[in-house]
């Protein structure tokens, strides 16, 4: 049997603070440096970091 597994994260481009792009929000696997994100316009940056912090709120699936 598969197994689909999301992982939530939140996107931040630094050097542009005004930045109009929409970022995904949800990733089939867990980023790691040097993988590139594109946002729904087809911009892509590269992953330069990754800061692990705790989720205050459940997520829809695990809500039910």
Do not use: Q, Y
Not at 2 to 10: F, P
Request: overall charge negative; proline content about 6%; some cysteine.
């Amino acid at each position: 049997m598969a197994m689909i597994v999301n992982v939530e994260a939140k996107c931040v481009v630094r050097d542009e603070p005004d930045n109009k792009e929409k970022w995904p929000t949800i990733f089939s696997s867990r980023p790691a440096i040097g993988d590139i994100v594109c946002s729904e316009a087809g911009v892509e940056l590269p992953v330069t970091a990754i800061k692990h912090s705790s989720i205050s709120k459940l997520r829809n699936d695990e809500m039910s």
